[in-house]
């Protein structure tokens, strides 16, 4: 049963332009959301996080959108850069089950330049 | 601060084999969780420490085990080893702070199984 899901398996966008990745969840326990970006062979680099209590959280390029009555949350990048190339996971946990991380299956992101 | 490191980096091993993987924390830390990537599976939680405890487990067999010393350094241990175990091994420390539990990853060691 995938709690997580990432629909999209890749994403190509143009330097400049604004890359939105999405995430679907369906457990409506989950009250803490996280993206990650992750290079091949190394480990996940937290970029962004939000609480179910919230609706946005900014962090300079990166602005995670929650929208909870739909389960759904979008990660953007503006403006997107050659160096945003790689996978992105969003995560998700329980307040009652810290330490467990629940991921999508993740999306490939290429900036081209 | 100094990340979240791991050793080895990388590993082989052969089937029936046992191998030790070692975590140690962010200074100030004290979870960790430990996680299987692999292509088919994606990122799969293996279980959690806090304070020497382990909190939380996911669905993988009695072969994969772990401990958390006093410092919260951590070490997972896999016993019998099979080719499917061929991996690589995430370790992640967070502060363990109520709301919010945002979890460090460090680089992972990566398992071959012959």
């Known amino acids: 049963d995938q709690q997580v899901k990432q629909n999209s398996p890749s994403l190509s966008v143009q330097e400049g332009r604004i890359s939105i990745l999405n995430c679907d969840y369906t457990?409506?326990?989950?009250?803490?959301f996280l993206w990650y970006k992750k290079y091949p062979a190394e480990g996940p680099t937290f970029l962004i996080s939000i609480s179910s209590i919230k609706d946005k959280n900014e962090d300079g390029r990166f602005t995670v959108f929650l929208n909870k009555s739909a389960k759904h949350l979008s990660l953007h990048i503006v403006p997107s850069q050659p160096g945003d190339s790689a996978v992105y996971f969003c995560?998700?946990?329980?307040?009652?089950?810290?330490?467990?991380?629940?991921f999508g299956q993740g999306t490939i992101l290429t900036v081209h330049p | 601060k100094a990340g979240v490191t791991q050793t080895p980096r990388y590993l082989i091993k052969t089937r029936g084999q046992q191998v030790t993987l070692s975590c140690s924390p962010i200074s100030g830390h004290r979870s960790v969780s430990w996680y299987q990537q692999t292509p088919g599976q994606g990122l799969q939680f293996l279980f959690e420490?806090?304070?020497?405890?382990?909190?939380n487990k996911g669905n993988f067999p009695g072969r994969f085990s772990g401990r958390q010393f006093s410092n919260s350094r951590s070490e997972m241990n896999v016993s019998t080893l099979e080719l499917g175990d061929s991996a690589l091994y995430l370790c992640?420390?967070?502060?363990?702070?109520?709301?919010?539990?945002?979890?460090?990853f460090g680089p992972g060691t990566r398992l071959t199984v012959l």
């Open positions: 992640a420390s967070s502060p363990r702070l109520a709301g919010t539990d945002t979890q460090y």
């Open positions: 420490y806090f304070s020497e405890t382990q909190r």
């Open positions: 995560a998700a946990m329980r307040g009652t089950s810290y330490g467990k991380l629940t």
């Open positions: 457990n409506s326990m989950f009250d803490y």
